[in-house]
């Protein structure tokens, strides 16, 4: 039997300080945000006798911004002289994890300017925290690249589209998703070979795309903006979607719903001489833990069981746990604890996989006001912002604590699609930037106030051609910090670890 590697001890090194100083734009920054109406009250304790205003006063409330922060504000981006060298920034952020999966991140960052793009979301944290905010907060996804979009399975079986990874998710600026989405359509779009126009155009589409439904939203009711749901199966009736783009959509919905537990199982697990199931060690991607920590990890699910609803915190109790492994995971994930756990309920032809991983401290967090203390568990601050940003989330998404560290657990796999955005060119790719534009809107229409964020975005597409400058200057900026990151690795300052493609 191979070696297990993995524990879940707690290091007896002490994590260095990493927390960025804040300069004086940051300190503005956080006064302004502390003074705004919005707040982490917004998702607090219910006030049934709190004054409403009615949508037109609000939206009008959002126009009135625009004086003191105009769309041309958004349109420049240009590095401050006292920005801190972006290596230096990603190397921070390996601070805690897991140092032999370290060189592993650097590899998957370095392979283009996408890929960093993903993985340096604390880099463009530190930048966006240098760049105008009309003050108006809402629960941010904190990572809303456009490759953070995919398809999902309902618990009724449908496939939905929607976002997805809330590691980062925060109260914060609603222009910080939507300059991110932004960013990552222009980079996205350079490395299928989009001419400057071409890439232009895909960004002015996406934030139309989040103007359009941020004002439709704006005057609906509030349940029924939280009954929303984007089918993935059905033709939207208020838009026209091209025949290329449907196509594609409906080739992943198919992909979607054959990626289920059943199909799963046999790619990462198989039986054992005993009869049962165990998972296949194919390091550094899945490999075994040790008796200890497979002990801690199945403990950890009976905290994680108590944060699910009464209804399902029953059915969990008809799924055991047969074998638990480490699986890497994403880009920018590299090196956090990730474990997966594999259960049965009614038989071995009924599997379940939960996915039980560590989340980390938001990157966007040191730049805005602090957390109330109950949100300062960073496995319930993610749980709480999915079911906020998601229309329809995962009925076994809840939270735990293991050796100190808060994780959270979720269902993996299980009907998920992502779009094959670096395979897609015209229509597809615009059509699914608009999509991805319009599905950020509805997130932050859950939690903030879509009426004034709609006044504020304004009617026409000044706001639409503002973040196209900044996208393709900050496209700029992120060719130039991929440079730099190979620069680093090639020199020797930076180890990475290139996988080889099969």
Known sequence: MTKPTHTLRPSTKRAPDVSPRLDTAQRALIATLESSREGWQTIGRYEADRPQEPPARRFASGQKLLGRVPHAAHAEWTAPKHR???????????????????????????????AFLRGAAAVMAWDLSHTPVSGIQVMIDGDAHINNFGLFGTPQRDVIADLNDFDEATLGPWEWDLKRLAASVNVAARENGFSRRERRDAVRTAVGGYRFNIGRLCNRGVLDVWSLFGYAERRPTFLKVPNQAWAVIQKTVAKAKRTTNETLLPKVAHRSNDGGWRFQDAPPILTRVDDETRQKLVASLVEYAETLSPAYRFMLRRYAVADVAHRVVGVGSVGTRAYLALCFGNGDTDPLFLQIKEALAPVHGAYLPPMPARERHDGRRVVVAQRLLQALGDPLLGYTTIDGRPYFVRQMKNMKASMPVSLMTGEPFNFWAYSCGGLLARAHARSGDAARIAGYCGDDD??????????????????????ELVKAIKSGRVKALVEEVS
């Open 84 to 114: 801190p060298n972006p290596v230096d920034t990603v190397l921070a952020g390996n601070a805690g994890r897991q140092e032999r999966f370290v060189p592993l991140r650097m590899g998957r960052m370095a392979v283009s300017p996408f």
């Open 462 to 483: 000044t706001l639409d051609r503002a973040l196209a400058d900044f996208a393709e200057a900050y496209g700029d900026q992120t060719e130039a910090d991929h440079v």
